[in-house]
């Protein structure tokens, strides 16, 4: 098993209990699918409303939340946390790409897991597009008993493991505690122990509809390149995943293991090929980052709270196993705060501790990443164009190339309204002619500066200035624009004051859409 379970004693003398509590919160966010008002995390997590008031302002500080009114909003900002164990990880850089075309080759969706205590959590996800299909997430728990993984993870636990599988089962007899899957039934299956050994013989194992009705799984394990000192134990699990009126289990089996198989086997090839990671660079300036804010919010930002958080990120590529000592210096922290935050997490079942050397486990996933690995850039971008619209009294919209079109057009697929009397009435879903408007022109990368305007071109009056979204790779997938009637704002005033703030905006975006597209596919619209 990959970590120790989240202990149910009281946390050790030495535990940061702010962030006890800041993790509470997260992981009720996490589990109501992202938002939750102040009087349901106080409910949620039993803390004093005084409490949630404060953590949920420094997860804001910290970009991790946006407060909407009354509700907490988690934000792309969070999903670093989970990044940093997924970048430590490597799996799924280094596998993604033969999992992507299994799927693409079979038209089924298809899943990476490792074990995460007694259940199993996604690392990858290759979904297929459809009226019906798998809406599983990456980050998201199940429990072994009731997967296709779940065997052949079980196939290597110890007696301690069965034990503590025993015991959960007896503690949460609906699976309560699995919020990603349907209650278990009465009728549910209770031969979990003879699937594992079943598993452990044939190197394979099936899923009949134990999740829910319908729905069917083959996986196969991906080992971990041997030593000689060890045999290769599973790295993680690489699941098809269909539903009965595709595939039945057994027609899983006999038509789809033999290619599953070969897929497996380049996986592990490329695990060991592949070349020892270069660190990444750690994060800088965070004890100073924090201080700052304390001086700033005072008693509304916990201090401690913010700083135990930074510790999570710094972890990553090239540095999945770390030191107090190289934990306190990526981060700027104290080796005390830095030694605190860590036996806090290893009571809390994030960090798990051996040789005096940390690593990240997967329930760090836990924290926010599984309603956010769903995300589209238009959902991530709404609340930028609404705080853009806001600032300048003008409408704001964000925009995307419509494939195969020719002559090229756009479509809007965000828009944030102004509150004036004339204004600019275009919906989600327009299409327009790119050539003419300055959000295609944006795209179409027809000017050296960076921005585009259009002038009265598509309508009289209708004055707009655009800048290219770019992914990761630096490709502009959308553009973001600012349009007004020309009696309002003349071309000067557009340059000065209108552009600093739209590629500002932009640049949040961007920054949003870089952390959640790290691990994840996130669709335009």
């Not at 349907?182 to 009728?187: A, D, K, V």
Request: hydrophobic fraction near 40%; proline fraction near 8%; aromatic fraction near 4%.
């Amino acid at each position: 098993m990959t970590a120790p379970s989240p202990s149910s004693s009281p946390p050790p003398a030495e535990a940061v209990t702010p962030l006890v509590r800041g993790v509470a919160v997260l992981t009720a966010l996490t589990e109501a699918g992202g938002t939750l008002s102040a009087s349901a995390l106080e409910r949620s997590t039993g803390l004093a409303r005084s409490t949630v008031d404060r953590i949920t302002a420094t997860l804001a500080r910290m970009g991790y939340v946006r407060l909407d009114g009354r509700d907490a909003v988690l934000t792309p900002r969070v999903m670093e946390l989970g990044n940093a164990y997924l970048s430590a990880l490597r799996l799924p850089s280094l596998l993604d790409g033969e999992a992507d075309a299994l799927a693409d080759e079979l038209d089924e969706s298809v899943s990476l897991a490792v074990a995460d205590r007694d259940g199993i959590r996604f690392i990858h996800q290759a979904t297929r597009r459809r009226a019906m299909s798998v809406s599983f997430r990456i980050g998201d728990l199940l429990p072994a008993e009731r997967t296709a993984p779940g065997p052949l993870f079980a196939a290597e636990w110890t007696d301690a493991d069965w034990s503590a599988w025993h015991t959960r089962r007896a503690a949460d007899p609906t699976d309560a505690g699995f919020p990603a899957v349907p209650p278990r039934t009465p009728t549910a299956p209770t031969d979990f122990e003879s699937r594992a050994a079943q598993a452990r013989r044939n190197g394979w194992s099936l899923d009949d509809q134990l999740i829910e009705p319908g729905l069917v799984a083959l996986s196969s394990p991906v080992r971990a390149p041997a030593s000689p000192s060890a045999p290769g134990r599973i790295a993680c699990v690489a699941s098809v995943v269909s539903h009965t009126s595709r595939h039945t289990a057994a027609d899983l089996r006999e038509t789809l293991l033999p290619r599953l198989r070969t897929t497996v086997a380049a996986m592990e090839s490329r695990l060991r090929e592949a070349a020892p990671p270069e660190p990444g660079p750690a994060p800088t300036g965070l004890a100073t980052w924090t201080t700052a804010s304390k001086h700033e919010l005072g008693r509304d930002f916990v201090e401690s709270l913010a700083r135990g958080l930074t510790v999570l990120t710094a972890f990553g590529e090239g540095r999945s196993s770390l030191t107090l000592t190289d934990v306190a210096q990526a981060t700027g922290l104290a080796r005390a705060t830095a030694r605190r935050a860590l036996i806090t997490y290893e009571h809390l079942g994030l960090v798990a501790a051996q040789d005096r050397r940390f690593t990240l486990t997967p329930r760090v996933l836990s924290l926010g990443y599984p309603p956010l690995s769903r995300t589209t850039l238009a959902h991530l971008a709404t609340p930028h164009l609404r705080a853009l619209a806001d600032r300048l009294q003008e409408p704001t919209a964000l925009a995307v190339l419509v494939p195969g079109t020719d002559p090229a057009e756009i479509q809007y697929v965000a828009v944030a309204a102004a509150g004036r009397v004339l204004t600019v009435d275009i919906t989600v879903g327009t299409r327009l002619p790119a050539t003419r408007t300055a959000l295609g022109r944006a795209l179409l990368n027809a000017t050296p500066h960076g921005y585009a305007l259009a002038d009265e071109e598509l309508e009289s009056g209708l004055r707009s200035i655009a800048v290219p979204v770019r992914d990761r790779t630096g490709h502009p997938v959308a553009a973001l624009n600012v349009a007004t009637h020309a009696a309002r704002r003349t071309l000067d005033n557009f340059l000065t004051e209108v552009l600093p703030h739209l590629r500002t905006t932009a640049d949040h975006i961007q920054s949003d859409l870089h952390l959640a597209s790290r691990f994840t596919h996130v669709p335009l619209a």
